[in-house]
């Protein structure tokens, strides 16, 4: 079983639509989790943090927590084809500083 | 407000050399991280250091890989004796001083290399 795991895509979806990212973890300590943003031949780009069970908005990124079943999914509201990158889960495991980084979901928005 | 910085963004050489990766932190963060991508892969983590100390280098190849974060200048990463399968794009993240959960880590533009 892989650390993080990812739906490699891809997920397309038009525009103006929600998009729904998922990952799901396999370290039930871990504490920290991060979606960033990479568009290709790019560096990832930090979209959201979440530390505890439940949901955080920001902006029309929405970031959902379930620790006891494992899983950080992220949503994103009024897809615009500029959100069209590869979005990557990442896990901080206890006991450490690292992450651990599921394979990416590719997102694909079309007008 | 200059964000992590690495450089040479792009890098090449051929087997055998020796590859020199930099990396200098935001300011105010004491923290850097190194990551590989290897293409069409995910991002793995290879060392973890602080000022002059390394912190957690589970992630690094046993033979031909090291880092440093010297008391003055930049973090470096050095590849002795590169191979082909060494190419991949290197990133290095920073983050402030960790207060609790793992502080957010922001990434530099990342170093490719490409060897020959």
């Known amino acids: 079983q892989k650390e993080v795991e990812q739906n490699s895509g891809p997920l397309s979806v038009p525009e103006g639509a929600i998009a729904s990212l998922n990952c799901t973890y396999s370290d039930r300590g871990s504490q920290s989790f991060f979606w960033y943003r990479q568009y290709s031949g790019k560096s990832p780009e930090l979209i959201m943090s979440?530390?505890?069970?439940g949901d955080k908005e920001d902006g029309r990124f929405t970031a959902q927590l379930n620790k006891a079943s494992q899983y950080v999914s992220l949503l994103i509201r009024d897809s615009q084809p500029s959100d069209s990158a590869t979005y990557l889960c990442?896990?901080?495991?206890?006991?450490?500083?690292?992450?651990?980084f599921g394979t990416g979901t590719r997102l694909q928005v079309f007008p | 407000n200059a964000g992590v910085m690495q450089n040479p963004r792009h890098l090449v050489r051929r087997r055998g050399q020796e590859a020199r990766l930099r990396c200098s932190p935001m300011k105010g963060h004491s923290h850097v991280y190194w990551y590989r991508q290897l293409p069409e892969e995910g991002l793995k983590f290879m060392v973890y250091l602080q000022k002059e100390n390394i912190i957690d280098e589970s992630g690094m190849p046993k033979e031909r890989f090291s880092a440093e974060f010297p008391k003055e200048g930049p973090s470096i990463l050095r590849i002795q004796q590169v191979v082909r399968g060494d190419s991949a794009a290197y990133f290095c993240?920073?983050?402030?001083?960790?207060?609790?959960?793992?502080?957010?880590?922001?990434f530099g533009p990342g170093t490719r290399l490409t060897v020959l």
């Open positions: 990442a896990v901080n495991p206890r006991n450490t500083d690292k992450l651990i």
């Open positions: 993240a920073s983050s402030p001083q960790h207060g609790g959960y793992t502080d957010t880590q922001y």
């Open positions: 979440i530390y505890s069970n």
